[in-house]
């Protein structure tokens, strides 16, 4: 379970900084608390996944859907970049999507190798059509991160990889009561580590730009905006997976 304490942890994959003052500091741990209880990841479909699982044509169905909401994450990103001319931001983003891509298989090629493993075959993958709610998930999340201004995106982004630790660790509680093996569950336990150092990147740049009412609101806006993107992607799953029979 990914709670807010893991973020501070002198063992995260990235330590906070104690550049941050406490104000800042404060401020921030009271948003990781926020996206942690919004029901864009609190959603009653993804807890009681996580309790059960699903059976299994149901659950290609939720990793396929998955698959879309997530395969050009990074390359979203890396748009982040062109709203800014600070480097500490650029440094933040680009080891983000760096870790994402890996030296020679992205992320996502790791996660085809998940899929194939459930028995979903690359011509069902190609095939397949996403749902409107997540193609909306993916479109949104891509003007996000490159409209400005810089603190919504920042923001935005903030939630994203906060809430994608807690998000993963549902995910493999299920894949637990599905009979999945540590190996073949390897893509998820990676990231439930991964994702809170890549939350705590960007914990440690942001603070010059949180300077002024205007700013932290655009920030906040942009955490809001986000995991109502993400409470939509659940909404859609549950009421598509939930119609089929098992």
């Avoid at 550049?19 to 864009?40: D, F, M």
């Avoid at 028995?119 to 996000?144: E, H, R």
């Avoid at 932290?216 to 993107?229: A, K, R, T, V, W």
Wanted: net charge negative.
């Amino acid at each position: 379970m990914i709670t807010q304490d893991i973020f501070s942890d002198e063992n995260a994959y990235v330590k906070r900084s104690n550049q941050v003052s406490a104000t800042t500091g404060a401020w921030l741990n009271e948003k990781i608390s926020e996206i942690l209880t919004h029901r864009g990841l609190e959603h009653p479909f993804l807890n009681q996944y996580a309790k059960l699982g699903l059976p299994e044509s149901k659950s290609r169905l939720l990793y396929l859907e998955t698959l879309h909401y997530f395969k050009h994450l990074p390359f979203y990103v890396c748009a982040i970049s062109t709203l800014t001319r600070d480097e500490n931001i650029l440094r933040a983003i680009c080891f983000n999507a760096r870790d994402e891509l890996g030296e020679n298989r992205s992320h996502a090629d790791l996660y085809l190798d998940f899929l194939f493993k459930k028995g979903i075959s690359p011509d069902v993958v190609s095939a397949y059509q996403c749902l409107p709610s997540t193609k909306a998930l993916n479109d949104g999340i891509c003007a996000l991160y490159s409209t400005p201004p810089l603190q919504k995106a920042l923001g935005a982004l903030f939630a994203d990889e906060t809430m994608s630790a807690a998000m993963v660790a549902k995910y493999n509680a299920g894949l637990i009561k599905e009979g999945l093996n540590e190996a073949d569950r390897r893509f998820w336990t990676l990231h439930m580590e991964v994702e809170v150092g890549h939350s705590n990147a960007i914990f440690n740049i942001i603070q010059p730009h949180l300077q002024t009412p205007e700013e932290l609101n655009d920030f906040s806006e942009g955490i809001d905006q986000y995991m109502h993107l993400m409470e939509m992607f659940w909404n859609g799953v549950d009421t598509f997976i939930n119609k089929i029979r098992n």
